[in-house]
């Protein structure tokens, strides 16, 4: 029997054990057979895991990004998946009181298991990302810590460092406000300094000072770090960071003058209505002196104010720690996502069924395969894009702890541009997904109406994705406005072959000359360039810069995505030049890297054109070349969603399930739905009924 033979039988004997799993739920439901005797065990998509062209474990150790990351990921997935505290699926039929009780339930167990188990910091971080719940202990531990640490004296940190640690007190970032968030500048609560009692006074003098947003401060932060306009001596001084105590620490209750409570429902069921962002007035609320963050600027006893050598940026540093950290959790949820749709998409069947054989897998169309590997391709570009983008913060921290803040503007145009870039890719990518499940995807049990809910506020927090790509574009009009003088250096250095790059055109002859990293990578740098060198030709002609960027704003953003879409093809690449163990390893994300590449090449095939770069005939090699890809990925695409290595806890879909064993699954989980606790509805007799019975006067109906 040829191997197609094969195939076909073991196909339409997944079949078979689908279909008798699906009649022993059936009768469960008519004649209360067991329900576990549905075929529980089988692996409904063995087939598909036997056509990988590569090393499933050497795969998962590149995507955690060495072994000792695969393990810890690994270990702390499988605490949470195995411990019943952390249960989530009936998560979105809960109300808000139940769901934020359920959540400091679980940030609580979730506490005792790191200091039981003496989980090291590292560990405690997976830990509260396999729990898979936004809760306050996200901005206690991702903004209120880091804030301290990048903004407090030695002496502060070494005050507020170990309480923190210690859970003793609990934290939030308070810096929004409800007339203001993107312009940081315009904020209006006050910290005026009281040189009398060596105090600051914390107030919000208009109803748009209120702060409005912080995750954690509605119902749980003792504490916060709030951002405040600084008077001294009659005299604004800029927006600084104050600790602030809320809230006693013995019965939780607001201190005198606070102001508190939470904002009210979000987007979604369950979502992130787990979080309990807040409202925060004060009324002339007394602080000691050393209570503001004095890295960066000092007011002495005798309301002076010092300024330290360190830029004034800094203060903004914690959002581009946390704007990093977005762009590591965006390959998270995309890629999620996508493990949900490619293995449903290996489940699902339509149409095309021969002489009584098995339909087509879903997967198998073409316009399936070029929504869905894009996808997929993504999820590995910027897994690899955030790893780069980790290093690049690290390599800043311990700069501008060595005072050269010379890297400071690069990080800040890295981070914001790529926090934009990959959230607004991976929101839409989500509901990409949803579609690619077709009328499942739907359902709350396919996991994606949450993951979407939860995750598109992602555009908005950290920075509004539109304010954020303005800041790159800045960043590149003033890179472009030096290069007479100045060399470009880092994700700029191609603007420093600016002239080459606006005169060379594309030499791409073939589909196969697309398969080629140089070629790849001088489109996007082309691209980039010719954008960005012509907004500042356009600004040029301006007599105001201010006006002309604001003229030319939606060009500039354009620019800006076509800068940070080439720093991820860039870095993708580079990757591939490392040595990745493995067999297959290499070779499958090379293949994933062209798709990803290649399909935005083709997506944004307008600027290509509109530069001058690309003819149309070598445009449409590309997207040849990329039909061609998509059937290299097609073989692998099952297990490269299984080299992520998610527990089905953590991916908490039906249709995402490891074993496919979705429509046994999807029926038992109809069952639970406490609609179906009786047959007749609860007011039926009420509303439905008199209808039933109702003798109508109208002739007509
Ligand atoms: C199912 C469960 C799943 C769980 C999933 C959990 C996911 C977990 C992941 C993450 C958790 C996240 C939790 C979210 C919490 C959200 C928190 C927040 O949102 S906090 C508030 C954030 N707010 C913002 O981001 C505000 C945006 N605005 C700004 O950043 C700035 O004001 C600005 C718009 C960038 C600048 O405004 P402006 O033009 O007025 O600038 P100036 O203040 O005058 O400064 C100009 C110069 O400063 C440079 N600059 C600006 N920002 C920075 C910076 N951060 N670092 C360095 N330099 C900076 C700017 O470039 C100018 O430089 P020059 O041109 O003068 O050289
Ligand atoms: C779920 C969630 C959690 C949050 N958590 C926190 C937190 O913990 N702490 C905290 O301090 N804040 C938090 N925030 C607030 C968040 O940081 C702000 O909402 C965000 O920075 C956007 O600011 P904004 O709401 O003022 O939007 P706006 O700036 O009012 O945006 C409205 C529109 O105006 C546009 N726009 C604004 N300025 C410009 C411009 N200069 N040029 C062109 N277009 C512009 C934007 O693109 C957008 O389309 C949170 C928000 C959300 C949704």
């Known amino acids: 029997m040829g191997l197609s033979g094969i195939s076909l039988l073991t196909t339409t004997y997944s079949l078979i054990l689908q279909h008798q799993s699906l009649l022993l739920c059936l009768r469960a439901k008519g004649f209360g057979l067991d329900l576990k005797k549905d075929m529980e065990g089988v692996d409904y998509l063995s087939d598909e895991r036997k056509k990988a062209q590569f090393d499933v474990e050497a795969m998962k150790i590149a995507w955690a990004g060495s072994l000792e990351a695969f393990q810890l990921s690994d270990r702390m997935a499988k605490l949470v998946a195995n411990d019943p505290a952390f249960e989530k699926f009936t998560r979105p039929m809960l109300g808000r009181k139940e769901l934020i009780k359920n959540t400091l339930r679980k940030a609580a167990h979730g506490w005792k298991l790191i200091v039981d188990l003496r989980l090291t910091e590292e560990e405690a ?8 719940e936004p809760a306050y202990t996200d901005l206690h531990w991702g903004m209120f810590i880091p804030a301290i640490e990048g903004q407090g004296t030695e002496e502060q940190k070494k005050k507020w460092l170990p309480l923190a640690k210690k859970m003793q007190i609990i934290g939030c970032y308070a810096q929004t406000e409800l007339g203001h968030g993107s312009n940081v500048q315009g ?33 749980a932060s003792t504490h916060a770090v709030v951002y405040a306009r600084l008077i001294v001596g009659g005299e604004f001084h800029g927006v600084h960071g104050f600790i602030v105590q809320l809230r006693s620490l013995d019965d939780h209750s607001p201190l005198p003058g606070v102001t508190v409570g939470d904002i009210g429902m979000k987007f979604g069921n369950g979502a992130y209505n787990t979080m309990d962002n807040g409202v925060l007035r004060f009324d002339h609320v007394r602080i000691p002196r050393d209570q503001m963050l004095m890295r960066v600027s ?20 914690t ?90 503007p690069e990080a800040h145009a890295c981070t914001a541009g790529l926090k934009s870039l990959t959230t607004s890719f991976t929101a839409d990518g989500i509901e990409e997904c949803r579609k690619l499940c077709g009328g499942h995807g739907y359902l709350v049990s396919s996991g994606l109406p949450e993951l979407f809910a939860v995750y598109i506020p992602a555009c908005t927090y950290e920075g509004d994705n539109v304010v954020l790509l303005l800041q790159v574009a800045r960043f590149l009009v003033k890179t472009v406005s030096e290069l007479g003088y100045k060399k470009p250096v880092g994700t700029t250095a191609y603007m420093g072959r600016v002239a080459s790059l606006m005169q060379n055109n594309c030499a791409v002859q073939t589909a196969e000359g697309w398969l080629n990293p140089g070629a790849v990578v001088e489109a996007f740098e082309s691209r980039a360039a010719r954008m960005a060198v012509r907004c500042g030709q356009q600004l040029a002609k301006y007599e105001n810069p ?31 030049q490392q040595d990745i163990p493995g067999k297959g390893v290499k070779q499958t994300l090379e293949v994933l890297c062209y798709v990803y590449a290649l399909f935005l090449l083709h997506k944004h095939q307008g600027d290509f054109l509109a530069t001058g770069y690309l003819t149309p005939k070598q445009a449409s090699l590309a997207n040849d070349q990329l039909r061609t890809l998509y059937s290299k990925v097609r073989p692998n695409a099952i297990t490269l969603v299984d080299s992520f290595n998610y527990t089905d806890h953590y991916l908490g879909s039906i249709l995402g399930r490891y074993d496919g064993n979705v429509y046994p699954k999807l029926y038992e989980a109809a069952w639970k739905d406490p609609l179906n606790d009786s047959d007749v509805v609860d007011g039926f007799y009420e509303y439905v009924q008199p209808i039933l019975k109702q003798k109508l006067r109208t002739a007509k109906l």
């Open 125 to 132: 971080k997976w830990l509260r990302l396999y729990i898979d």
């Open 187 to 219: 904020l209006e609560t006050t910290a005026t300094f009281d040189p009398q009692t060596d105090e600051f006074i914390m107030h919000s003098p208009t109803l748009t000072s209120s702060k409005w947003w912080p995750g954690g401060l509605g119902k």
């Open 298 to 317: 000092q007011v002495t006893r005798e309301g002076k104010i010092m300024q330290s050598d360190v830029p004034r940026q800094l203060i903004y540093g």
């Open 319 to 408: 959002m581009v720690y946390v704007r990093q950290t977005i762009v590591a959790d965006a390959s998270k949820a995309l890629s999620r996502a996508v493990c949900i749709a490619t293995r449903y998409s290996a489940i699902r069947r339509q149409f095309g069924s021969r002489n009584g054989g098995p339909e087509t897998q879903v997967i198998d169309y073409k316009t399936q395969q070029s929504r869905l590997f894009p996808l997929l391709a993504s999820a590995y570009a910027f897994r690899f894009v955030g790893e780069w983008l980790k290093w690049l913060y690290t390599d800043v921290k311990e700069r501008l702890a060595a005072n050269d803040f010379s890297t400071l």
């Open 546 to 576: 201010e006006e002309g960027f604001a003229e030319l704003s939606a060009d500039l953003v354009e620019a800006s995505i076509a800068h940070c879409q080439l720093i991820v093809v860039s870095k993708f690449i580079e990757k591939l």
